[in-house]
């Protein structure tokens, strides 16, 4: 892959994923024009997950239909996200020792975050942050669950999650409708999967859409049955925190992705843009925390070039001056004997700015020390 020089084609490179006017859905599209969708449906079967949401792969009004709703949601600015509900957006138990102790529902830091879930012997806590989670990545996502558990469990635990039914509405795939008890699929979400990000604790349920999944820790706030050498957050009694925690940092991940994606230079790509891809980026400069000098023009916004997009997109975090520490890199022209010197004393490493090309070309790590910057006299 290579970077194009007209930053219009940043998210060009992957022409070969069906997009919103493939030529066959324009046909489609063509035939059906004349129709209401409503009609269309009542015309054909569908096979149903929910009363909104419907699964018939290989049916060409499925196709169809899946089309026109991808295109409606990326005309809004819109991605899909796909959501995991147990050790992801809470935890529940069946332990007796919680059962038995309902004070603790009494508590006021525990409101709208611990419940009893009846007629189950159950209890359900929230992990913190997921109602702000769901408000803010609603703006951006169409939002879906997707879930081993069985429907009755998952209507509950999105009645804790979605007591106004703005979020997900119909949008909720259990159990009953999975082809593999063991095993997801976006197959079941009927909607372009280069627009769809997952986000679960677990990775090996999803074997055939790794590329669309952010992998996120394990929440477990009751303890285990078995014997740990992690206690749990209420053995401890603590919590994640609300502002540093999981849900936060991958809202803010979520909202890098969905930045990139609909980047205003992009647009003249936006059939061919795909999360996979963007996703693929972010992984490889993990950890990185960069400062630029000297490298972009005074009437240039920053964050707004291309050098910068590609970092972030790489996963790294930028900024343009020294309050970033500790940072790790900084990516210059060129360097005076003494910002050599000092880098060493900061313990980063000064790199050239072809360094970000390379990595973002290939979709990989170069070393450094391959990218060595210019000294000046």
């Not at 026109?68 to 147990?86: A, C, G, R, T």
């Amino acid at each position: 892959m290579v970077f194009p020089q007209d930053s219009s084609g940043l998210y060009s490179s992957s022409s070969s994923i069906m997009g919103v006017h493939d030529d066959t859905h324009k046909a489609n599209l063509k035939a059906y024009g004349g129709m209401n969708m409503d009609c269309v449906n009542e015309a054909f079967m569908f096979k149903y997950v929910d009363k909104d949401l419907w699964v018939s792969p290989d049916d060409e009004i499925s196709q169809l239909q899946m089309v026109v709703e991808s295109e409606k949601l990326l005309n809004n600015e819109k991605l899909v996200l796909v959501l995991d509900l147990d050790k992801t957006l809470l935890h529940t138990t069946k332990r007796s020792k919680y059962l038995k102790t309902p004070e603790e529902l009494l508590q006021p830091k525990f409101k709208d975050s611990l419940f009893r879930v009846q007629p189950w012997a159950m209890m359900t806590k929230l992990r913190p942050f997921v109602h702000t989670f769901l408000k803010e990545a609603s703006t951006m996502f169409e939002l879906h669950i997707c879930t081993m558990g069985k429907r009755d469990y998952a209507s509950k635990m999105v009645e804790f999650l979605d007591p106004e039914k703005v979020y997900f509405k119909s949008r909720v795939i259990t159990r009953e409708d999975l082809v593999d008890s063991e095993e997801k699929s976006l197959d079941l979400v009927p909607r372009h999967k280069r627009t769809a990000i997952i986000v679960d604790d677990n990775q090996h349920v999803w074997k055939h859409d790794q590329s669309n999944l952010i992998l996120v820790k394990k929440y477990l706030y009751f303890n285990p049955k078995s014997a740990t050498s992690i206690a749990s957050f209420s053995a401890l009694n603590t919590d994640e925190d609300e502002t540093t925690g999981v849900l936060p940092t991958i809202l803010e991940k979520l909202k890098l992705i969905h930045r990139l994606f609909f980047n205003p230079k992009s647009k003249g790509g936006l059939v061919h843009t795909d999360v996979r891809s963007i996703l693929a980026h972010l992984r490889v400069l993990q950890g990185c925390k960069l400062i630029f000098k000297g490298i972009f023009p005074p009437s240039l916004k920053p964050e707004n070039s291309c050098l910068w997009l590609m970092a972030e997109e790489l996963g790294a975090i930028c900024s343009m001056d020294d309050v970033l520490t500790p940072f790790t890199h900084v990516v210059t022209w060129a360097a005076t004997t003494e910002e050599s010197q000092q880098a060493e004393l900061d313990k980063s490493i000064l790199v050239h700015p072809r360094w970000l090309h390379a990595c973002y070309d290939a979709c990989k790590r170069y070393p450094e020390k391959d990218f060595q910057v210019e000294l000046k006299n």
